[in-house]
C-alpha cells in the first residue's frame, strides 16, 4: 500500500507514501481507509495521525490516473473523507511541505489540523481546468472564510501557512508546530490531547455565509469573467463556492461533484492537464538519464551586445550568475550595456524590480573586448551575426581561449550546429542555446543537440535553462530546428491565403479568434518581415521547388519590414503600435492576383484556422518522424512558450489529436486539391497518415 499503518503507543499514525508528491491513487486511497479500519478496530488506539512521507503532505488527486478506470474506483475520494469524518475516533492531519488539492480536502475531512511552519496550502485545480472535486469549495470557505477560499481557489495558488485568513473563531490550522522537524511528536501529542474529545468537530458541521451573498458573488463573476476567457473552470468555482453559502452542505458537495465532473471532460482541462505533464516531460531528455552529472556553471560569457546578447546576459543576471560580455568595439559594448540599463530601469519604475536588486544585478556584469577575458567562463553563449562564417571565426577564438570543459553554445537560429561545433576540437562541448526575442521574456530556449554534443552537456544546459526560468525543449539539427522549421509553413500558407482573396487582416482576425496572441501578419510587422525574406532568398537557391506566394517578397521590395520601418503589411502611426489594413498592401496583394490571373474567393474562418494550423501539425509529424523532437508534447511546449499558441488548445499536436487526426488528414486531402495551394505541402508526414489510419492520437 501506499499508505503506511504504524501504531505509537496508543496513537494510530496513516503515512502516505506514493512519491514523487503523495499523489491521491487508488493504492494510497485504499490504505488511508484500510489505516482508518485497523484503528477503529483497534481498542488500544485512541486517536489516529494521517501525514506525508518526504517533503509534501499531498500534492493532491494523482492526475496520471485522471480518465482511467482507476480513477472511477472506490474508494473515490470523497469516499475516503466521509470515512474520515464518520471516523469514531479524532483524525488529525499533520501537515508539512505541500498540501494541496485533494491533499488539502483530505486535511479538511479531518477532524483537526496541525501544520509545520513554512508549508503550503492551495487548491490549484482551476490550473487544470478544473475545480476542487472533493469537497474544498464547501469546506474550505468554512474555514477561512468565503473571500479568501474563493480568492484561493479561483486563482488555484498557493498560500504559505503563516498567511491563511482566519474568519474569527474558525481556523484552518487548530496548532501550529514548532518546526517540521517536530511536528511528528507534537501531532501525536496533540492527538493524545484530544483523543476523549467528544463530538468530534466537523468542517461541513461549521456555519458558511456572506454578508453581502449576492452582490459579493457578483462582483466576482464580473472579476473572473475577466480573466478566464478561454477558461469555464473560473466561473464555475464561483457557482460552487457560492453553492456553499445557500445550499446544505450535502447538496452543496453533490452540486460541487456534477461541477466538477463536467469540467474533467472539457477540451480547455484536457488541455491543461495534458500541458502540465508536456511541461515536466520537456526537461527528459529520453537518452540523458536525469542523475547525469552537471558542470558547475559559475560564470557565464556573451559574445555580442546587441538585443539578443543584452537579453541573453539579463536571464543570468536575474539567476545571480556574472556574466562578462564581450564586444568588438567599446560603443557596441556601450551601446549594449545601456539598453540592459534601460530594461532594468523601466522594470524598476514599474515596480517590478527593486532599485537595490536592479544594483546588484549590474554589479554582476561585466565587459571586455578581449577573448581572453572569457577564460575562466563556464559557459560561453555567442549572439552575434547569423552567418556561418562570422560563427566560424568566434568559435575558432574561442576554442582557443575557453578552459577545458567550458561549454561553447551558439545562439543561432537557424544554422547547423554540426557545422559550428567542427569549428573548434572540442564538438562534444558545443550546443545550440536557440533564445528567442526578447531575450529576457520570452520563456522558451530551443536547446540543440549536436551529433557530437555531450550528455553532461545537455544536462547542464537543461538544468541551467531552469535555473533561468527558461522552459527549454530539446531540438536535433535541421534548418530551423522545431519552431521556425514549423513556422515557415505556416507562413507559407498564409501567402497562399492572400493570393486566394483574404486581406492581411482577415487571415489575422481569423486565427486570433482561433486564440493565437498574433496572426502571421501582426507577427510578421512585429519580428520584421525582413527575416523571412532572408530565409526565402535562401531557399530559392537551396531549394527551387518550394512555392510561396511573392506578396512578403513584394512587400519588403517595398521597403515595408514592419513596425522597424513604421510600415509593414500594416501601416501604424508614428511611434505606435497598432496595426492599421494598409490600402496599399491591399492594393498589392489585388493586384498581384491580377497578373496571376487568380480570382479572389470568399475563404472562411474555418479554412483559414485549418491550414495555418494543420500545416504545423504536418510539418511537426515529421519532424517527430525524424527525431528532431523526441514527444509530441514538446512541440506544444514550443509553440505554447515562443510562437503564442493558445493555451487552452494544448499546442499544435494535441489539438490535432482532440479534432482526431483521422480529420486533419482528410482536411489536407482537400486542401492538396487546391491548384493555386502547394500539394506537396500537404503529403501527410508518414507518422500523421499512420496514426489517422489506426485512428490514434500523437502520444
Ligand atoms: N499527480 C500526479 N503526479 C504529480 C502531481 C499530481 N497531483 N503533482 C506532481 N506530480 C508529478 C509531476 O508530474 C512530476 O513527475 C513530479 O511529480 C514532480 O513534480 C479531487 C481532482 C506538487 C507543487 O494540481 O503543483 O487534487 O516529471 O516537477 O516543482 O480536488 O508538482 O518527476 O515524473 O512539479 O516540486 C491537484 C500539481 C490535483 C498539484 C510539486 N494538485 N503539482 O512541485 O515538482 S487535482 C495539483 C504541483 C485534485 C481534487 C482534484 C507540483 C508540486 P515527473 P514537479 P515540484
Known amino acids: 500500500m501506499t499508505a503506511e499503518y504504524q501504531v505509537h503507543g496508543d496513537v494510530a499514525v496513516i503515512t502516505l507514501n506514493n512519491p514523487p508528491v503523495n499523489g491521491l491513487g487508488l493504492d494510497t486511497r485504499r490504505g488511508i481507509v484500510d489505516g482508518l479500519e485497523r484503528a477503529q478496530a483497534d481498542a488500544a488506539v485512541k486517536a489516529i495521525v494521517v501525514t506525508g512521507a518526504g517533503g509534501a503532505f499531498s500534492g493532491g488527486a494523482d492526475i496520471k490516473e485522471f480518465g482511467t478506470e482507476k480513477s472511477l474506483q472506490e474508494p473515490n475520494l470523497h469516499s475516503v473523507i466521509s470515512a474520515v469524518e464518520n471516523c469514531a475516533k479524532p483524525v488529525v492531519a499533520a501537515i508539512h511541505g505541500v498540501c494541496m488539492g485533494g491533499g488539502l480536502e483530505l486535511a479538511l475531512g479531518c477532524h483537526y489540523r496541525i501544520a509545520a511552519p513554512g508549508c503550503s496550502v492551495a487548491l490549484p485545480e482551476v490550473k487544470l481546468g478544473l475545480l476542487p472535486g472533493a469537497g474544498g469549495t464547501q469546506r474550505l470557505p468554512r474555514v477561512v472564510g468565503v473571500e479568501a477560499a474563493l480568492n484561493m481557489i479561483v486563482s488555484g495558488e498557493p498560500v504559505k501557512s503563516e498567511f491563511i485568513g482566519a474568519v474569527p473563531g474558525q481556523k484552518l490550522f ?90 474533467m471532460w472539457t477540451p480547455e482541462s484536457r488541455a491543461l492537464r495534458h500541458l502540465f505533464f508536456a511541461e515536466r516531460a520537456a526537461s527528459k531528455i529520453p537518452d540523458v538519464p536525469s542523475d547525469t552529472p552537471k558542470r558547475d556553471i559559475k560564470k557565464v560569457g556573451v559574445i555580442g551586445a546587441g538585443t539578443m546578447g543584452g537579453g541573453i546576459s539579463m536571464n543570468f543576471l536575474n539567476a545571480g550568475i556574472p556574466v562578462t560580455i564581450l564586444e568588438m568595439k567599446q560603443e557596441a559594448l556601450d551601446r549594449g550595456i545601456a539598453t540592459i540599463r534601460k530594461n532594468y530601469e523601466a522594470q524598476v519604475k514599474k515596480g517590478k524590480l527593486k532599485e537595490d536588486k536592479y544594483q546588484q544585478r549590474m554589479a554582476l556584469l561585466s565587459t571586455t573586448l578581449s577573448y581572453d577575458d572569457l577564460k575562466d567562463c563556464d559557459l560561453i553563449i555567442e549572439a552575434v551575426f547569423e552567418e556561418l562564417g562570422v560563427k566560424e571565426a568566434v568559435f575558432r577564438q574561442l576554442d582557443q581561449v575557453a578552459k577545458p570543459g567550458a561549454i561553447l553554445a551558439s545562439n543561432t537560429s537557424t544554422l547547423d550546429v554540426d557545422r559550428i561545433a567542427a569549428f573548434t576540437r572540442r564538438p562534444q562541448d558545443v550546443v545550440g542555446m536557440h533564445f528567442f526575442s526578447p531575450a529576457n521574456v520570452m520563456k522558451l530556449l530551443e536547446v540543440v543537440r549536436g551529433k557530437a554534443t555531450a550528455k553532461d552537456v545537455l544536462a547542464t544546459v537543461m538544468a541551467i535553462a531552469k535555473k533561468i526560468r527558461k522552459t527549454a525543449v530539446v531540438s536535433g539539427v535541421c534548418d530551423g530546428f522545431i519552431g521556425n522549421r514549423m513556422i515557415e509553413r505556416y507562413s507559407q500558407q498564409a501567402g497562399f491565403l492572400l493570393d486566394e482573396g483574404c486581406t492581411p487582416s482577415q487571415v489575422d482576425k481569423a486565427i486570433e479568434r482561433f486564440g493565437f496572441a498574433m496572426g502571421p501578419f501582426r507577427m510578421g510587422d512585429l519580428a520584421g518581415n525582413d527575416i523571412g525574406w532572408a530565409i526565402r532568398k535562401r531557399r530559392y537557391v537551396e531549394k527551387p521547388d518550394m512555392k510561396y506566394s511573392k506578396t512578403a517578397d513584394l512587400l519588403c521590395e517595398m521597403g515595408r519590414f514592419g513596425q522597424k520601418t513604421g510600415a509593414g503589411w500594416y501601416d501604424y502611426a508614428p511611434g505606435k503600435r497598432d496595426a492599421i489594413p494598409s490600402p496599399m498592401v491591399e492594393k498589392m496583394v489585388e493586384e498581384h492576383r491580377k497578373a496571376l490571373g487568380i480570382a479572389p474567393r470568399k475563404i472562411s474562418d474555418e479554412e483559414i484556422v485549418q491550414r495555418l494550423v494543420y500545416s504545423l501539425v504536418n510539418e511537426g509529424a515529421k519532424i517527430l518522424e525524424e527525431g528532431i523532437a523526441s514527444k509530441a508534447g514538446d512541440i506544444d511546449m514550443v509553440y505554447l512558450t515562443g510562437y503564442g499558441f493558445p493555451i487552452h488548445r494544448g499546442g499544435p499536436m494535441h489539438y490535432a489529436s482532440e479534432v482526431g487526426l483521422f480529420n486533419v488528414v482528410q482536411a489536407m486531402k482537400r486542401f492538396a486539391r487546391n491548384p493555386l495551394d502547394d500539394a506537396r505541402a500537404w503529403e501527410p508526414a508518414p507518422l500523421l497518415a499512420r496514426l489517422a489510419a489506426e485512428g490514434k492520437a500523437f502520444a
Open 174 to 263: 487548530d496548532r501550529m508546530a514548532a518546526s517540521p522537524e517536530s511536528l511528528p511528536e507534537e501531532a501525536l501529542a496533540f492527538a493524545r490531547s484530544v483523543a476523549e474529545a467528544r463530538p468530534l468537530p466537523l468542517v461541513r458541521n461549521l456555519p458558511c455565509k456572506h454578508p453581502e451573498g449576492d452582490a459579493y458573488f457578483q462582483f466576482a463573476r464580473n472579476m473572473v469573467k475577466g480573466m478566464a476567457k478561454n477558461f469555464p473552470a473560473p466561473a464555475k468555482c464561483v457557482d460552487a463556492v457560492e453553492a456553499a453559502t445557500r445550499r446544505k452542505f450535502a447538496d452543496g458537495l453533490q452540486y460541487e461533484r456534477e461541477l466538477f465532473i463536467n469540467l
